[in-house]
Nanobody, 123 residues
Framework: QVQLVESGGGLVQAGGSLRLSCAAS????????MAWCRQVPGKEREFVAA????????YYTNLVKGRFTISRDNANSTLYLQMNSLKFEDSAVYYC????????????????WGQGTQVTVSS
């Protein structure tokens, strides 16, 4: 079992930046591939980015490629998402997710989820 707690969301103007964090309560954080997904009301949860066990591989949806950076600190069991050049359409609840195994590229393939953190980008 892994418990995940996101933080760092908030209100930001378009063009601004935010850094999300996700603290994991596990001693085996490096056993898990991690991801960020986001959701707006009335829509399905959308894949944003993923990172492999040791952080050597990353993957991004085209919507955020070049603007967002996913990273992890295995020593402190923490996942990050640096979001730059934010757009109004990036507004959503952002969730971190964990999968024990190799990196996956869709939200349903992750079995552990945090409670989410709201990101609101004003235009």
């Amino acid at each position: 079992q892994v418990q995940l707690v996101e933080s760092g969301g908030g209100l930001v103007q378009a063009g601004g930046s935010l850094r999300l964090s996700c603290a994991a309560s596990t001693d085996t954080f490096s056993d898990y591939a991690m991801a960020w997904c986001r959701q707006v009301p009335g829509k399905e949860r959308e894949f944003v980015a993923a990172i492999s066990w040791l952080g050597g591989s990353t993957y991004y949806t085209n919507l955020v490629k070049g603007r967002f950076t996913i990273s992890r600190d295995n020593a402190n069991s923490t996942l990050y998402l640096q979001m730059n050049s934010l757009k109004f359409e990036d507004s959503a609840v952002y969730y971190c997710a964990a999968h024990r195994g190799t990196m996956k590229f869709s939200c349903p393939e992750y079995e552990y989820w945090g409670q989410g953190t709201q990101v609101t980008v004003s235009s």
